[in-house]
């Protein structure tokens, strides 16, 4: 898999009371839809920092839940980002993304988790390729 199909697979998850809430009060900040393709590692964390600065300070319920949405997209982002970084951009772990069906905190959820689960199987890759290496370095 590779880095632009990976974050074209994910979105900032929104709840329904979020979106109305925020079109009604005229607020559309914590309800945007994000994109990252082409965004650098560290862009991508400029945007995890703003997004989570926003969700510690939002103001009501629904937009703090429309900023943990960013918040969730943008951590997953920048996981993609890192396994990228170890392994190439063309080479990412094929690693399943969850249904993203459901109640938008699990979605946030498992839309965070799957990223990190993308840059824990590329850092065991590298590090299996790591000891290879040391061990035809050694003579093995």
């Given at each position: 898999?590779?880095?632009?199909?990976?974050?074209?697979?994910?979105?900032?998850?929104?709840?329904?009371?979020?979106?109305?809430?925020?079109?009604?009060?005229?607020?559309?900040?914590?309800?945007?839809?994000?994109?990252?393709?082409?965004?650098?590692?560290?862009?991508?964390?400029?945007?995890?920092?703003?997004?989570?600065?926003?969700?510690n300070t939002a103001s009501s319920d629904w937009s703090?839940?429309?900023?943990?949405?960013?918040?969730?997209?943008?951590?997953?982002?920048?996981?993609?980002?890192?396994?990228?970084?170890?392994?190439?951009?063309?080479?990412?772990?094929?690693?399943?993304l969850p249904d993203l069906d459901g109640v938008v905190?699990?979605?946030?959820?498992?839309?965070?988790?799957?990223?990190?689960?993308?840059?824990?199987?590329?850092?065991?890759?590298?590090?299996?390729?790591?000891?290879?290496?040391?061990?035809?370095?050694?003579?093995?």
């Amino acid at each position: 898999m590779n880095i632009a199909e990976a974050i074209k697979k994910v979105h900032a998850p929104k709840g329904v009371t979020s979106v109305i809430a925020g079109i009604l009060s005229n607020d559309f900040d914590s309800i945007r839809d994000q994109s990252a393709v082409g965004v650098s590692l560290e862009a991508a964390e400029a945007k995890l920092a703003a997004a989570t600065e926003a969700m510690n300070t939002a103001s009501s319920d629904w937009s703090y839940w429309g900023y943990a949405g960013d918040v969730a997209y943008w951590e997953c982002v920048v996981s993609l980002l890192k396994a990228a970084d170890l392994v190439g951009a063309d080479n990412l772990p094929d690693i399943p993304l969850p249904d993203l069906d459901g109640v938008v905190m699990d979605v946030q959820y498992k839309v965070s988790k799957w990223g990190k689960d993308v840059l824990a199987a590329a850092r065991r890759a590298t590090e299996g390729a790591c000891s290879d290496a040391e061990r035809s370095q050694d003579g093995e």
